[in-house]
């Protein structure tokens, strides 16, 4: 079974730059997750979708960040514009839905460095 | 909130030896999952407790869940420098989950 696959793996960006980040999750799964880690620190959700719709998007910063679930499959997050204090990791995992509770599996990630 | 609290943040340890990791929370809990994340990588799911059971195990790794005292505890059998990572608990409601801030895990070979 393929995992969960995200891309790019490293961005570089300047302050006020925009970006954005794909995440593909294992066939089946209704759950997706995007979250932020700073160095450090657990990851921290950021917005939940179940199939295509947002389930919890409580910590997601609106003014600049937006993440949206087409079709109820792949995933994009996008910041714009960027901060110094976006740099982070950004995880995309996935989960089943119906029956739980499930395990999350999670992509590598997307390193991303403002400067 | 329901974000797990994991103690110590970091700790130090021989090959062979084992290794205990504690997880606190202050909200009711459907379940509570046990993760691992190696430098520069994803995390890795090890292990899920439902509430109303009160131990696992799965290979070297034993957990137990105290939902009256909402605390749990990793216990990692005979250590190898492959188990050297950060561990994350993450209770959760559901299919919402609320990961802390880790327990670095250094196994010294």
């Known amino acids: 079974e393929a995992g969960v696959a995200q891309s790019p793996r490293y961005k570089i960006i300047e302050k006020r730059q925009s970006v954005a980040f794909w995440c593909n999750p294992i066939?089946?799964?209704?759950?997706l997750y995007w979250y932020q880690q700073i160095l450090g620190q657990g990851p921290k959700l950021l917005i939940q979708f179940q199939n295509n719709g947002v389930v919890d998007d409580s910590q997601l910063p609106k003014d600049r960040f937006s993440a949206e679930r087409l079709k109820g499959v792949d995933s994009t997050l996008k910041i714009q514009p960027a901060k110094l204090e976006d740099s982070a990791v950004y995880l995309c995992?996935?989960?089943?839905?119906?029956?739980?509770?499930?395990?999350?599996?999670f992509g590598p990630g997307t390193r991303l460095t403002v400067t | 909130s329901q974000q797990g609290e994991e103690d110590p943040q970091a700790l130090s340890i021989q090959e062979g030896e084992n290794a205990t990791m504690n997880c606190s929370y202050k909200?009711?809990?459907?379940?509570l999952q046990w993760y691992r994340q190696n430098s520069g990588r994803g995390l890795v799911h090890l292990i899920l407790?439902?509430?109303?059971?009160r131990e696992k195990h799965s290979g070297r790794l034993r957990v137990t869940l105290d939902t009256s005292k909402k605390s749990s505890s990793l216990l990692i059998t005979a250590s190898r420098a492959a188990d050297t990572a950060s561990y994350f608990c993450a209770p959760a409601t559901g299919n919402q989950f609320y990961f802390g801030t880790g327990t670095s895990l250094t196994v010294i070979p």
């Open positions: 066939s089946g799964h209704a759950t």
């Open positions: 909200t009711s809990i459907n379940n």
């Open positions: 407790i439902r509430s109303n059971e």
């Open positions: 995992a996935s989960s089943l839905l119906v029956g739980g509770p499930y395990e999350q599996y």
